[in-house]
């Protein structure tokens, strides 16, 4: 199956900073993934579809501008938390379908947000 | 209003012991998925059920679908402390956006 790798595993930074969170699908080239959005020992939250080659369809409620998606290439899906502030921290995973049947998750990404 | 409503929401059993949790909706669903996550990392898909009244098997794990295909249950026989985690169910929607119940925090002590 589709193997996804996401990094940082975990950040920590100072409020106003921006933070890079990448995924990467190691074996699939995934045209279309997705971002989660997950508070402690609550369920996931969908922030955005991020589409190759086109502009990102965000959930209603998300800030565009605040959480910048960019899906540049067929691999690669990036996630910005620009100015990030404290009510930002949390733990960011991104997933992506294998022939629109298994869905695959990366391994998440804890932000915390002095 | 939540789409899937799981419970109980959190459940704590000593190792040995079986359990039965569920997902419950007013909606009907093509399929229902469950996943099991453990802190710090992504959730991992454990089964995907179809349809109703299908009952699926994933060594202690026992999944069913209801007839109407609106609810699910998980069993689990004589659990081990390697159960504990959180398990949400899932339904997929449009252009395969998937929307997660609120889970179930299960803890099994030693």
């Known amino acids: 199956g589709a193997v996804v790798s996401q990094h940082p595993s975990r950040v920590i930074c100072k409020s106003g900073t921006s933070v890079k969170i990448e995924c990467r699908s190691l074996?699939?080239?995934?045209?279309?993934m997705f971002w989660y959005r997950q508070f402690p020992k609550k369920s996931l939250m969908l922030m955005a579809t991020?589409?190759?080659?086109?502009?990102?369809?965000?959930e209603q409620g998300v800030e565009k501008d605040k959480f910048l998606i960019n899906h540049a290439s067929l691999t690669l899906s990036t996630l910005t938390v620009t100015s990030a502030h404290p009510e930002d921290s949390s733990f960011y995973i991104c997933?992506?379908?294998?022939?629109?049947?298994?869905?695959?998750f990366g391994s998440g990404t804890q932000l915390s947000v002095l | 209003t939540q789409l899937l409503e799981q419970s109980p929401q959190f459940l704590s059993i000593q190792e040995g012991e079986n359990l039965t949790v569920y997902c419950n909706s007013s909606?009907?669903?093509?399929?229902l998925q469950w996943y099991r996550q453990e802190p710090g990392e992504g959730p991992v898909l454990l089964v995907t059920?179809?349809?109703?009244?299908e009952v699926k098997k994933l060594k202690r794990l026992t999944f069913q679908f209801g007839d109407a295909r609106k609810d699910s249950s998980l069993h689990i026989t004589a659990a081990q402390p390697g159960d504990t985690g959180l398990y949400l169910c899932?339904?997929?929607?449009?252009?395969?956006?998937?929307?997660f119940g609120k889970g179930i925090t299960l803890s099994v002590r030693p």
């Open positions: 997933s992506l379908h294998e022939n629109n049947e298994k869905l695959f």
């Open positions: 074996d699939f080239q995934a045209t279309t």
């Open positions: 991020s589409n190759e080659g086109s502009k990102a369809t965000y």
């Open positions: 909606s009907v669903f093509s399929s």
């Open positions: 059920v179809v349809t109703g009244g």
């Open positions: 899932a339904v997929s929607g449009a252009n395969s956006k998937l929307t």
